[in-house]
């Protein structure tokens, strides 16, 4: 029997959903899937980024629940501190915090203008300003981060950044955003992630399809 379930949304769309499986994934723990479906109401509030707050990815173990995607990387590094969500450098640490952090909160023209969407494909898509402003943003802090620790990963080893970033690598190939030789090269390195592959190989299969993410904005 498996230590911990992990409460979900869809694959193909749920981005929080991605950060919570892929820091599960990177800390070793054993766990089961709990899938809830797009249509189920909180469910599409959520991925449409209407509910007032975010209950999705939602961990439980040890009969505790933690829904926070913040807070499971810090529980997760915290029961498994081997695992290396965390740099070694205290330095490194509060950094990845901060760049962790900054995708926690940030970024809402992107988010809105830009949905996560694994299966679909938008050639010569023209972000608006404000989601532009937050791409450029998004290409500082990884460039700042590779330059520090010379790659491949944000800080040199994969850690809770690199997961809270993965679904951004998927909006710019969904999108279409081009990206300069560095971070294109930090792109591939997630995409080739295998935790990352297994994902986008089942959000590939599933069926289900929410209109709203299937439009271009």
């Not at 929080?16 to 499986?21: D, E, I, M, T, V």
């Not at 990177?26 to 209407?50: H, K, Q, V």
């Not at 439980?60 to 997760?76: C, F, K, M, Q, S």
Request: proline share 7%.
């Amino acid at each position: 029997m498996a230590e911990a379930k992990l409460i979900i949304a869809s694959k193909n769309y749920g981005s929080w959903s991605l950060r919570g499986w892929l820091l599960a994934k990177m800390a070793g723990l054993d766990f089961t899937e709990e899938i809830i479906p797009p249509d189920d109401p909180m469910m599409r509030a959520e991925l449409l980024l209407l509910a007032p707050s975010y209950l999705i990815p939602c961990l439980v173990h040890n009969g505790l629940r933690i829904w926070d995607t913040l807070a499971i990387a810090e529980y997760l590094n915290e029961i498994r501190p081997k695992a290396g969500l965390l740099p070694k450098d205290r330095a490194d640490r509060a950094r990845c915090r901060s760049v962790s952090g900054e995708m926690h909160q940030g970024f809402s023209a992107m988010r809105s203008s830009m949905p996560m969407n694994i299966r679909a494909r938008h050639p010569g898509y023209v972000p608006h300003t404000g989601a532009r402003a937050d791409i450029e943003r998004i290409f500082t802090i990884w460039r700042d981060c590779l330059e520090k620790s010379k790659g491949p990963y944000l800080f040199g080893e994969l850690t809770m950044a690199d997961a809270m970033y993965a679904p951004v690598v998927t909006r710019f190939v969904t999108w279409d955003v081009k990206l300069d030789p560095a971070c294109g090269a930090y792109a591939r390195h997630i995409l080739d992630w295998p935790a990352m592959a297994e994902w986008i190989a089942a959000a590939r299969k599933e069926p289900e399809e929410v209109p709203e993410f299937e439009a271009e904005f």
